[in-house]
T-cell receptor, first 113, second 113 residues
Framework: KAGVTQTPRYLIKTRGQQVTLSCSPISGHRSVSWYQQTPGQGLQFLFEYFSETQRNKGNFPGRFSGRQFSNSRSEMNVSTLELGDSALYLC????????????FGPGTRLTVT | QQQVKQSPQSLIVQKGGIPIINCAYENTAFDYFPWYQQFPGKGPALLIAIRPDVSEKKEGRFTISFNKSAKQFSLHIMDSQPGDSATYFCAASRGGGYNKLIFGAGTRLAVHP
């Protein structure tokens, strides 16, 4: 079974721009969560989606948003990029919200200049 | 109450040694405690996980010890190999359909030949 896939793997953007990252969960998994990983703050939860609905949200500004499609694929968007948004953005999937195991993709490395 | 504290920050052992990584939590609502292994350029990979109703769990060379009263858990790697050199993260989450993982800061492990 294929793992979680994320596209693109690398991205360079300029301050003020916006960016959209994509995540395809493991086949059969319906819950998708997003995390931000930085050297200073570590791994931090952004939000979780299930059945096209956001179920949980972390402590991030409204510039960070996401959505989930009917096929469980998910996208996250960051508007008005700031230098501090440079990070590895990780997507994790699980079968459903009540399933504890989460499996991570390789991440998208976003660099904001 | 949402924090998970992980120590040490880095660890160096010789091949065959038994590195031990410790984590402590405050929120007694947490009921799932996974460990993830991350290699450079990769996403975190689920290694092993434990629920509070057991005090120890073994999978291959990896063992989790759990002390519910002390609110602490630890990862032991038996017969460590150079290929185990990676960053290890402990995490915690609570049930009720909440998939939000709270991560420790990570431990960078180096196993020397």
């Amino acid at each position: 079974k294929a793992g979680v896939t994320q596209t693109p793997r690398y991205l360079i953007k300029t301050r003020g721009q916006q960016v959209t990252l994509s995540c395809s969960p493991i086949s059969g998994h319906r819950s998708v969560s997003w995390y931000q990983q930085t050297p200073g703050q570590g791994l931090q939860f952004l939000f979780e989606y299930f059945s096209e609905t956001q179920r949980n949200k972390g402590n991030f500004p409204g510039r960070f948003s996401g959505r989930q499609f009917s096929n469980s694929r998910s996208e996250m968007n960051v508007s008005t990029l700031e230098l501090g948004d440079s990070a590895l953005y990780l997507c994790a999937s699980s079968q459903q919200p009540s399933s504890y195991e989460q499996y991570f993709g390789p991440g998208t490395r976003l660099t904001v200049t | 109450q949402q924090q998970v504290k992980q120590s040490p920050q880095s660890l160096i052992v010789q091949k065959g040694g038994i590195p031990i990584i410790n984590c402590a939590y405050e929120n007694t609502a947490f009921d799932y405690f996974p460990w993830y292994q991350q290699f450079p350029g990769k996403g975190p990979a689920l290694l092993i996980a434990i629920r509070p109703d057991v005090s120890e769990k073994k999978e291959g060379r990896f063992t989790i010890s759990f002390n519910k009263s002390a609110k602490q858990f630890s990862l032991h790697i038996m017969d460590s190999q150079p290929g185990d050199s990676a960053t290890y993260f402990c995490a915690a989450s609570r049930g009720g359909g909440y998939n939000k993982l709270i991560f420790g800061a990570g431990t960078r492990l180096a196993v020397h030949p």
